[in-house]
């Protein structure tokens, strides 16, 4: 199953380089013109433009003519309108980016693809099997699904209770390549999206985290004075009491319980 967005909800401004891929053409064009109302659509017009063609071929039509539109429209392009100013208009014709190749694979689009589509791209691959593949579309193939493999003679492939069997009723699409009497099973599944785990803070505000200068320094440096102090040790000065073994404590003094941590720092 693909990762879905909500088109409902959508707008030029929450759009991003993965969740354009799940957009159409006639959905560009209408969150456009839900766009021109905004008054910093001439401000930011580039880089909505930038999104729209990580997943869009786009080309502005200069010359209006009914010659020109047909040849757009004979390969597959919408034409509409995009309003950049109260003044100006740009006539566009618009294509969604065809995934053919395993080139065309990114990490923006992976999640965007059925498992079906990414081993019917695989098999354009000169049938070359999983390990043709550079090491950087694995990644990014393997960032979107799971995949697994296994080479067996053809007779043994699909034998009763195999793995091939095991992965088919789990959910897996396979993809065969021939490879003499050998056959390689390239077995993919869509890996569930998993929502990142959140940290928990205590409600210590960055404030209540900052030293205050005029209080903690001060100690500080009073501990370095003490610890300066112990260099001037004197031997003459030694009494009685600085032989003593027992000391007087106030047993309210001696707590077990252990001081609380905060792993709250800022990194």
């Known amino acids: 199953m693909k990762q879905q967005i909500d088109k409902k909800t959508q707008s030029l401004k929450t759009i991003t380089k993965s969740s354009v891929w799940d957009l159409q053409e006639n959905d560009i064009f209408r969150l456009w013109e839900a766009a021109e109302k905004d008054a910093d659509l001439k401000d930011n017009m580039r880089h909505y433009i930038d999104i729209i063609r990580s997943a869009f071929e786009l080309e502005e039509i200069v010359i209006d003519k009914p010659e020109v539109i047909k040849k757009y ?11 950049t100013d109260e003044k100006t208009k740009m006539k566009i014709a618009l294509k969604k980016r065809p995934i053919m190749r395993v080139t065309d694979l990114t990490y923006e689009n992976i999640r965007h693809i059925s498992a079906s589509k990414l081993l019917e791209v695989i098999d354009r691959n000169f049938g070359g099997g999983w390990d043709s593949l550079s090491q950087s579309i694995q990644d990014i193939i393997e960032s979107g699904f799971d995949i697994s493999t296994t080479t067996l003679p053809k007779d043994r492939l699909h034998k009763a209770g195999g793995l091939y069997e095991k992965k088919v009723a789990d959910g897996f699409e396979v993809l065969e390549i021939a490879k003499g009497s050998w056959v390689e099973a390239i077995f993919a599944k869509v890996k569930p999206v998993v929502e990142p785990p959140r940290m928990k803070f205590d409600e210590e505000t960055d404030e209540e985290r900052e030293f205050d200068d005029e ?3 001060p100690e500080e440096n009073d501990r370095y004075e003490d610890e300066d102090d112990d260099d001037d040790f004197d031997e003459d000065k030694l009494t009685e009491e600085s032989y003593r073994t027992t000391f007087e404590t106030d047993p309210d003094d001696l707590s077990l319980d252990a001081a609380e941590v905060s792993d709250d720092d800022d990194y």
């Open 215 to 217: 209080e903690d320094l």
């Open 73 to 83: 429209e004979a390969r597959d392009y919408k034409i509409g309108t995009l309003k």
